[in-house]
């Protein structure tokens, strides 16, 4: 019970009243912290399980949170690495926790999928991080990465006036819902001669990143529907977001992997069955990625 209350994001005091409304036994926050470390062991067990050979997509994503650390609170970084494999089935491959983002952390989280078996990684959508891209091709080199549109409209509609987000907004999407990457290139090509005097960081931002921005654009509707935006590890984070949102900070690391852990485990529950289309998206791949298909399907 103890253990049901802390995945729905009680505190330690609120399971005590709770217990003790339900059983009349009073307990201590120690004895219920020693009920929760209980999760250590498995939850060190888990991060460190064999994972697949290979995984059509990967999905990576953060929620901040305040984490007391040296008598003060820090901000942290909480990622989660979600893949969907041959079967069209959601997976949580790992959570990290860092201050920080980098190539070197990028490195260390790709290493560790490899170290854990992954040979291989077709697509994976990120938002735009910083030194990913270089740290997932050192380890996986033929991996296409997608930065997410999503995030990309939402950065490039901040630094757009309220009196011309609409006409901006209606010249972009010609860029972002092209039938072709060529249309869409020539839709960019028209958004900079008319907006980018006006506002070349936007324009600059989406020139600079086209490479990984376009990328989608390589394939079929179905796939592209699920690759252009990050929305599948989102939709997980917004979950973990409503068991958290009432925690102020957390005493350690081990106290917020201890709950999104939790969490984790009842949210997947839910994932028994394949993402829509699965049966044509992996038909396609057949095709497109036929020689790294190959050796995993039977």
Known sequence: KMLSL???????????????????VHFSKPAITAVTDKLIPMLEEWKKRPLEAIYPFLYLDAIHYK????????????YTVLGINLEGKKEILGLYLNESEGAKFWLSIVTDLKNRGVEDILIASVDGLKGFSEAINSVFPQTVVQRCIIHQIRYSMKYVGSKYQKEFMQDLKKVYKAPTKSAAEDALLELEQKWGEKYPMVINSWTNNWTELSAYFEYSEPIRRIIYTTNTVEGFNRQIRKITKTKGGFSNDESLFKLVYLAYKDIAKKWDKSISNWAEIISQFSITFKERLAKYIR
Not at 67 to 78: D, I, L, N, Q
């Open 67 to 78: 984490v007391r650390e040296e008598g003060h609170y820090v901000s942290k970084a909480f």
């Open 6 to 24: 802390f995945s729905l994001g009680n505190s330690y005091s609120q399971i005590t009243e709770h217990i003790k409304d339900i059983y009349g």
